[in-house]
């Protein structure tokens, strides 16, 4: 029985040894991630489905949102990323403090992250590119003038035109703009939602380091926490293109 | 096939289809029977010829666990069974989809719970579809709110009403006759009330009537009118004659309580009286009784003026007794 | 065998807090037992006072809105409160680390976890109730269910939840498959109801994400109005539709693959014979798992989709029923010159084997796209499902129930009564469910509180076998609970039915707390019964 007073204080003794407890955590984990991959995979679907319904909109929509503020995002999640893995190859290596000092820059990288993400919603919510019935934003990018102005009656029952009292024309908005940024408050917010959980963790893996409880012998907690950080980092890589990058 | 057996598994066929979906049923239904046989008598056979007597040691038994002859025959017989099952279900479906290009287009419309049908040569009936016989008749289905579903079991054929888009399916019915048009995706509390007919009449008769459609009612007194426009427009789906509340308060009650004060869910109040009646009808959601749910649709572009005085007069009569 | 056992799971350790913080699988699948039954009577007499409704033809009993609000209740808890969490969560958890050998399955926090994250969701369910229902059907198909005035966030958000604890006791069961079996049980020697838990527990780490994140859009539909599947802001309801039957397709093999694992385990144990086709069996169930991805479009024959998805829906839905096909007379032919013993589970498993071959043939009509427009949501339907849920999955639980019960709790119920109580849930749902199938034939469409006059005979009918049905079911279950309470005690080596699985060869009944007293050691294959004798032991 492994029951003696040899076994380590992570070991847990419904396994035969430690080499069955960390494969057993490592297989969960990646179950744990194909999980993932589908949650997301629905999302892309209604992405998918919605772009070949509007092709237009969604190139002509994607123009309000902020390239840099994207890449720089994507910088910031990408070098996180390699701190993370970073922090993995210190504590196998009984680097310590080196490991905490990679996992801190981690966590400031994912601050930065929702804090550039914060900046690009909050301008969302000023000029009104809101999702479904609170969009309102009637920039220039989605309107154009209907050439035809007499021959109005044959766009009044699509839903998109108005009339602007001011320049005494009708005008047309682009099919549906609200959906973009429907799929899009959904698929970054659900994003969003993973890095932070993701600090959360980090956090505690912080915590757990300086406290000894993981160290060079025992970082599975930390293995697996980096296996779900690069998959955060891989759904921004997909995200980044199909709503920045489009057209 | 057989009628008696006809009769018995299916209501009556109707469309030119359905002879041919009743015999795909056939088909499946009897080689899933010889099938099924097959799996209870061998199951009953086995248990019993191989059951444990009383008091019979237990030994050890046989280690037979595969039969190549056996296994293939599972596998190939219902093979062949489901290939022509399948090929069948789709040629026939094939039937079903492409519509003739002489059909005529009735405009078919769910609306919470009633059917709206619009005819090619205008005018509009109200859970009664009206159809010539020997004649391909193509549908436009669509809805105004949620989704419903047209089924028409004689014709063996059904689609769902989405709103905003349309969809299409089509009958050319044999026989004359009065048959049941069922709602079956569920879309609310009378779901299981929005019923219509299908009234397949000869094409004579047919040309008569659609021509006649148009035509005023003039002719008849108003409150005549309102009773039949009371079963025609599907009032009578949420409102009854006779006092009992459904979907809708009776129009009993509103008629027993003319001249007085009606209480809403928001605390308002009002006097029942023409006016009352009128913008219930076409504005239904503004007043609502209390203790009811304002699930009614507007029925704005559905009744002309004299229609809704019809349906006023209507109201009015129904606590006719009790006046004197 | 093993004598002279002094403890056991359920007795020690002692105290309310060792049960509620307990990390022990069989304690988890005890509770999870008791709730899921609770739901299934709960589930069972909504159904009972539908038909009641239904006994004949007009609002007689209740409302057209407590209709609709009984008939979704019903199907939500049945499906999602019952029979999706119960048989995995109670009959898995208890028997698959026995099965395979192991002290506890992977992740015993996690599972205790999973336990209560089922329960939290399962107050939702139940605050829907208490606050007035829901009257969408559990589909909630839009744009009904986002304008439906009822609870539908609080339903959709318990199921959201319950979803999570889907994914991680699934998470558990994989990895505890892959990873806690002991030396020499390889995939091959392991007994079936594990490849069943196995092929269930990847179907439902893969589509329930999906049904996750459809409740998510469907609550910021009602919340944000995000108009993805609200056609007036541009959405697509049919999307809706894909996306639901992403993953309730999917479910019912969630719902149907432990039940075949179940009938794998109790035939060849009670025919005392090497059951029949196990490699076929085995990877039947992952092919049906795999497969049951790609048939979802079925159920949206009459939606309008493309005539090329209708072909290909249609083409596909047939490769299920093959292996399906094969797996029925593989468990009929086990019985091939074996010693058979009519006992309560096998009682069950015959008539699961009579009722499921219904419920699987009749699918091939509805398969079939021109009379899957005739009989799209009808009570075909009604019947062809319940025959499968029902007359399948829940008939296989029970003789599952019965089959484990002295292993689990290690008390006897009285064999005469199961038996009789067998016949009549056969009888019963027999005489509910197949007059069913001729009401959609002839058209009765389904989700209807009132229906036309020519329809009562049938109806009536089936109202009043539905109440055998639910007093056989009951009685079958108060029978067992019985024993429980009379503390009919079998002895701790008994092993009543002569299993050959490490359950029964390796363990005391009721199980020790860490499952085996010593490690145990692989000694023959689940259904060697042409190579070892293994004594029918049961003694009070």
């Known amino acids: 029985m492994s029951h003696d007073n040899s076994s380590p204080s992570f070991f847990q003794h419904h396994f035969h040894d430690v080499e069955q407890q960390y494969e057993t955590s490592k297989f969960g984990m990646w179950a744990f991630i194909l999980t993932e991959v589908l949650t997301f995979a629905g999302l892309f679907v209604a992405y998918i489905v919605y772009r070949s319904w509007y092709p237009d909109m969604f190139v002509g929509v994607h123009k309000l949102l902020d390239v840099n503020k994207g890449l720089l995002n994507t910088v910031v999640l990408i070098t996180s990323s390699l701190t993370m893995a970073l922090a993995i190859w210190a504590i196998q290596k009984n680097l310590k403090k080196l490991s905490i000092f990679m996992l801190t820059a981690t966590f400031v990288f994912a601050l930065a992250f929702l804090g550039v993400k914060y900046q690009e919603y909050h301008h969302k919510y000023e000029v009104g590119q809101l999702p479904g019935k609170y969009y309102s934003y009637m920039g220039p990018e989605v309107v154009e003038v209907i050439k035809d102005q007499d021959k109005i009656d044959l766009y009044t029952r699509t839903k998109n035109v108005y009339f602007d009292a001011e320049t005494n024309r009708f005008y047309k908005t682009m099919n549906n703009p609200h959906i973009f940024f429907s799929i899009y408050f959904v698929m970054t917010g659900l994003h969003g939602l993973h890095v932070a959980i993701g600090m959360g963790l980090i956090a505690w893996l912080i915590y757990s380091t300086a406290r000894g409880k993981i160290h060079h012998k025992y970082y599975t907690p930390m293995e697996m926490i980096g296996i779900f950080w690069h998959l955060v980092d891989l759904i921004w890589i997909y995200l980044f293109p199909l709503f920045y990058l489009i057209g | 096939m057989f009628d008696w057996l006809t009769e018995f598994f299916f209501p009556k066929q109707v469309s030119t289809f359905a002879s041919d979906i009743d015999n795909l049923f056939y088909f499946i239904f009897y080689s899933s029977l010889v099938l099924f046989l097959i799996v209870v008598i061998g199951m009953v056979y086995l248990s019993i010829k191989y059951r444990a007597r009383k008091d019979e040691p237990l030994r050890l038994t046989s280690s037979k666990d595969h039969s190549n002859l056996l296994e293939s025959l599972f596998f190939i017989i219902p093979l062949i069974l489901v290939s022509i099952t399948f090929v069948w279900g789709i040629r026939s479906y094939l039937k079903m989809v492409i519509v003739p290009d002489d059909a005529i287009e009735i405009k078919v419309t769910g609306v919470s719970w009633f059917w709206t049908f619009d005819y090619p040569d205008g005018g509009q009936t109200l859970n009664e579809l009206v159809v010539p016989s020997n004649t391909p008749v193509k549908l436009v289905l669509s809805s105004k709110d949620v989704l419903h579903s047209f089924f028409i079991p004689v014709m063996r054929s059904k689609m769902d009403c989405l709103p905003n888009r349309y969809n299409v399916m089509w009958f050319d019915a044999t026989k004359e006759g009065v048959y049941d048009i069922f709602c079956t995706e569920y879309c609310g509390t009378g779901h299981s009330a929005m019923g219509a007919q299908v009234i397949v009449m000869k094409p004579a008769q047919y040309e008569e009537w659609a021509s006649e459609l148009g035509a005023d009612d003039d002719s008849i007194p108003l409150d005549e009118l309102g009773a039949r426009l009371y079963t025609q427009k599907a009032c009578n789906t949420c409102h009854t004659e006779d006092g009992s509340a459904l979907v809708g308060p009776s129009f009993l009650q509103t008629s027993q309580m003319y001249e007085q004060e009606r209480v809403f869910d928001d605390g308002t109040s009002s006097v029942i009286d023409d006016n009352y009646v009128r913008s219930s009808i076409l504005e239904p959601q503004t007043q609502i009784v209390a203790g009811y749910q304002g699930v009614m649709p507007t029925y704005q572009g559905l009744l002309n003026d004299r229609e809704l005085d019809a349906l006023i007069a209507y109201i009015k009569s129904l606590d006719g007794d009790s006046q004197i | ?540």
């Open chain 3, 1 to 540: 065998m093993i004598e002279n056992v002094k403890q056991n799971y359920l007795t020690h350790p002692k105290g309310i807090m060792s049960w509620l913080l307990t990390l022990d699988h069989k304690r988890i699948g005890l509770m999870y037992l008791v709730s899921g039954i609770l739901f299934f009577f709960m589930g069972g007499l909504l159904a009972l006072g539908m038909r009641l409704e239904l006994a004949a033809p007009g609002n007689d009993f209740i409302s057209s809105e407590q209709y609709n609000n009984i008939y979704t209740l019903h199907g939500a808890i049945m499906i999602f409160l019952f029979i999706i969490p119960a048989i995995p969560g109670a009959l898995g958890n208890i028997l698959l680390p026995l099965m395979v050998g192991a002290k506890d399955v992977a992740f015993p926090r996690l599972n205790l976890a999973s336990f209560y994250i089922y329960s939290f969701g399962a107050l939702f369910a139940l605050y829907t109730i208490v606050n007035g229902g829901v009257d969408t059907g559990w589909t909630f198909y839009t744009p009904y269910s986002t304008q439906s005035s009822s609870n539908v966030v609080p339903m959709t958000l318990g199921i959201f939840i319950i979803g999570f604890s889907s994914i991680l006791t699934g998470l558990n069961f994989i990895a505890t498959v892959h990873k806690m079996r002991i030396p020499g049980l390889t995939w091959y020697k392991l007994p079936l109801f594990v490849w069943a838990l196995y092929g269930t527990s990847l179907v439902q780490i893969t589509a329930t994400p999906v049904l996750a994140i459809t409740m998510v859009l469907l609550m910021l539909e009602r919340f944000l109005g995000i108009g993805i599947f609200d056609p007036a802001l541009g959405g697509d309801p049919v999307l809706y539709q894909h996306f639901f039957w992403f993953y309730s397709h999917p479910a019912v093999y969630i719902m149907i693959l432990p039940a075949f694992g179940i009938i794998s385990e109790i035939i060849p144990v009670h025919s005392r014979k090497k059951i029949w086709g196990y490699k076929f069996i085995a990877y039947s169930t992952l092919s049906i798992a795999f497969i049951g991805f790609l048939v979802w479009g079925h159920h949206m024959f009459t939606s309008g989709q493309s005539v090329f998805s209708q072909i290909v829906f249609s083409f596909i839905t047939y490769f299920v029923g093959i292996p399906t096909g094969v797996k029925i007379f593989s468990w009929i032919l086990t019985m091939y010159k074996g010693q058979v013993s009519f006992t309560p589970p096998m009682i069950y498993a015959l008539s699961f084997l009579f009722l499921f071959t219904i419920g699987g043939l009749t699918g091939i009509f509805l398969g079939a796209v021109a009379l899957d427009i005739h009989l799209h949501d009808t009570y075909f339907v009604v019947a062809h499902f319940h025959y499968v849920m029902q007359g399948g999955t829940i008939v296989a639980f029970l003789g599952g129930l019965h089959h484990w019960w002295p292993k689990s709790f290690g008390t006897m119920y009285n064999q005469t009564i199961a038996n009789i109580c067998a016949f009549g849930v056969f009888l019963g749902f027999n005489g509910t469910f197949f007059p069913q199938f001729l009401l959609g034939l002839r058209g009765m469409p389904r989700r209807y509180a009132t229906y036309s006059e020519q329809f009562v005979e049938l109806h009536s009918y089936s109202t009043f076998w539905s109440g055998i049905l639910g007093f056989s079911i009951f009685f079958a279950i108060v029978n067992l609970f019985w024993s429980f309470m009379k503390r009919n005690k079998v002895d701790p080596g008994s092993n009543p039915w002569g299993g050959m699985s490490l359950e029964w060869t390796h363990t005391s009944s009721p199980p020790h707390p860490h499952n085996f007293e010593t490690d145990p050691v692989f000694e023959h294959g689940p259904y060697d019964y042409d190579k070892v004798i293994v004594e029918k032991t049961y003694k009070k």
